[in-house]
Structure formats: structure tokens, C-alpha cells
């Protein structure tokens, strides 16, 4: 659980942004957290998607590994941001 007063940037919670990469493929993701029936729109990640639930709770720097069909997978959070705020810079 994570406090309403707890800084945006500081953990992947609903709809909030993240940016993120997945570790062995170096691919780069960015997308917003959100509930499975928000996710008609591009860059949108269902929070009861595999991704989505590895994402919640992670903050920046912070990485996850897990098993998923038999497959071994890994993802670390680059960046979180409130929906629509500016990153700082």
C-alpha cells in the first residue's frame, strides 16, 4: 500500500506514467497504469496484465524478475510520473 502522500515519482501506482525497460531484450517502454477496462487506448498497461502487476509498487531504479508461461522475465522502472506532469529536469 502507498500513501496518498507519498511523492508520485517515487512508485508505480494507477494511473500514473512509467517509463521502464525490460531487462535481456533492452527494450524501452513507456506507458500508464490503468484498470483492464481503460486500456482501449495506445500506451495504456492493464494493472492485471503480468507487466502491470510486476510494475506496481516499483520505483525508479527499482527492478523486478519473475516467471510468466515458463518464461523467465525482468523489467526495471527508469521513471514514474503523475499522468500528464512534465518530468522534471
Do not use: Y
Not at 531487462?23 to 497504469?33: E, Q, Y
Not at 516499483?58 to 522475465?73: A, C, K, N, Y
Amino acid at each position: 500500500m502507498i500513501s496518498d502522500t507519498t511523492a508520485w515519482s517515487s512508485a508505480v501506482r494507477l494511473g500514473c506514467e512509467v517509463k521502464f525497460v525490460e531487462i535481456g531484450t533492452s527494450h524501452l517502454r513507456r506507458g500508464r497504469l490503468v484498470l483492464p477496462d481503460e486500456t482501449r487506448t495506445a500506451n495504456c498497461i492493464s494493472v492485471l496484465s503480468p507487466i502491470g502487476t510486476a510494475l506496481l509498487g516499483l520505483g525508479p531504479g527499482q527492478s523486478i524478475r519473475w516467471t510468466e508461461r515458463g518464461r523467465e522475465r525482468s523489467l526495471a522502472v527508469l521513471e514514474v510520473r503523475a499522468s500528464g506532469v512534465s518530468p522534471q529536469t
